[in-house]
């Protein structure tokens, strides 16, 4: 029997098309901030992680090229993964890239660094970018410059996911997400749980 589909079964498009959309005019990365404060704000809201469980359209997406397109070796994820040592070592040198990226950021804003227009893989991989500049002249070169980074950090959280899909199950990134992580984290702080 089919179940009924519902609007958010679909947000996979909105992920696809976000990672599209940026190759193309680096500017669209902005939009990814939605992935970052709608997680948050439902953990801190609701005290639940529905974002992961229902709304997540980068789970979608792993979800439909694992399962429906079988682009996944549907492996068991390996047990390190799902520790919570290394759940919060991710997290905590995640957040440690992003607070980089925000610095570089702030250089290009106060002026004392030039935009860099580079998307980096993986942290460590320079892309240029320049195509995907688009509209960056129309805007102060800080706006352009978190969008590369703020790209960059989608991008790579994209691949790692991708890679894990491949190897394990679909939804292996959902395993050691840093947004699932820091979801979880609010709502057991909201519940009194350690």
Same mark, same amino acid.
């Given at each position: 029997m089919k179940t009924k589909k519902h609007w958010y079964d679909f947000l996979w498009i909105a992920s696809a098309l976000y990672l599209l959309l940026g190759f193309f005019n680096i500017l669209f990365a902005w939009l990814g901030l939605i992935c970052f404060f709608v997680p948050l704000g439902i953990a801190v809201v609701k005290g639940n992680?529905?974002?992961?469980?229902?709304y997540c359209g980068r789970g979608q997406l792993f979800e439909l090229l694992g399962n429906k397109l079988r682009?996944?070796?549907?492996?068991?994820?390996?047990? !390190?993964?799902?520790?919570?040592? !290394?759940?919060?070592?991710?997290?905590?040198?995640?957040?440690?890239?992003?607070?980089?990226?925000?610095?570089?950021?702030?250089?290009?804003?106060s002026g004392a660094s030039n935009l860099r227009e580079?998307?980096?893989?993986?942290?460590?991989?320079?892309?240029?970018?320049?195509?995907?500049?688009?509209?960056?002249t129309k805007v102060a070169p800080w706006v352009a410059q978190f969008? !590369?980074?703020?790209?960059s950090v989608m991008l790579t959280s994209t691949v790692l996911g991708l890679l894990t899909m491949a190897l394990f199950k679909?939804?292996?990134?959902?395993?050691?997400?840093?947004?699932?992580?820091?979801?979880?984290?609010?709502?057991?702080?909201?519940?009194?749980?350690?």
């Open positions: 992680k529905a974002y992961c469980n229902r682009l996944s070796r549907n492996h068991p994820v390996p047990h !390190f993964l799902k520790q919570k040592w !290394f759940r919060y070592g991710f997290l905590i040198f995640f957040l440690a890239m992003f607070v980089n990226m925000l610095f570089t950021t702030y250089l290009v804003f580079v998307v980096t893989l993986l942290w460590t991989f320079r892309l240029p970018w320049q195509f995907a500049a688009g509209s960056v969008a !590369f980074g703020f790209y679909p939804r292996a990134w959902c395993v050691y997400c840093p947004m699932g992580t820091m979801t979880q984290g609010i709502c057991k702080l909201r519940h009194g749980k350690q």
